[in-house]
Each structure stands twice: as C-alpha cells, then as structure tokens.
Nanobody, 119 residues
Framework: QVQLVESGGGLVQDGGSLSLSCAAS????????IAWYRQAPGKQRELVAR???????TYVESVKGRFIISRDNAKNTMYLQMNSLKFDDTAVYYC?????????????WGPGTQVTVSS
C-alpha cells in the first residue's frame, strides 16, 4: 500500500503564494501519474493539475499561468506552487497518485490540506 500526506496549506491573502507538498510512502511501489485536486464547499472535486512520470503537465484553465506542478521521483514527492492566489482558489487540496504495487496499478488519495485565500 501507498500512503500520501499533504503539507503546506494555510491562510494567505489574495495575490499571495503558497507551496504544497505531497509525500508518498510505502514499500515496493512506483508512482506513475500524480495530480492535485481541490474541493470547495458545496462544489464537486475538480482536477487542478496533473503530471506524468516523464514530466508532462496539464492544468485546469483557471490556474494556468499561476500554478506549477512538479515532482521529484527520487523522493516520491510532488509539489504544487500556487502564485497569484484568488479567493476562488479556497478549497481543500488533495494529492492523488496512480502507483504500481506488485505489478498492479492502484489509485491513492491524500487526506487533504486546507487552503484559504482571504479577499
């Protein structure tokens, strides 16, 4: 099994920046695609950004040019640098990973970290 733990959330003013991290731990696994999702109160969870193992990235339109997703395969860690934050970015942010464990691919979620942007 793989455990994902996010860190770095908090309160920031409109226009500010935050950096999120997500560390994966477990035994004998290999991370494939990883991503950040978010869920605001009363809204569905949405994909924010995704990065393949090779480093190919995709972003939801609303964060393009402001957020940067990255990963360190050696450390089994992913990051989300969030700049020019807006009130509408307020949400619980979840990291997500597809991982190979004993030749099978599984999906994993972190418990989430709160990001609050004050207007």
């Amino acid at each position: 099994q793989v455990q994902l733990v996010e860190s770095g959330g908090g309160l920031v003013q409109d226009g500010g920046s935050l950096s999120l991290s997500c560390a994966a731990s477990g035994s004998s696994f290999r991370l494939n695609d990883i991503a950040w999702y978010r869920q605001a109160p009363g809204k569905q969870r949405e994909l924010v950004a995704r990065i393949t193992r090779e480093g190919i990235t995709t972003y939801v339109e609303s964060v393009k040019g402001r957020f940067i997703i990255s990963r360190d395969n050696a450390k089994n860690t992913m990051y989300l640098q969030m700049n020019s934050l807006k009130f509408d970015d307020t949400a619980v942010y979840y990291c997500y990973a597809k991982a190979i464990v004993r030749m099978y691919e599984y999906q994993y979620w972190g418990p989430g970290t709160q990001v609050t942007v004050s207007s």
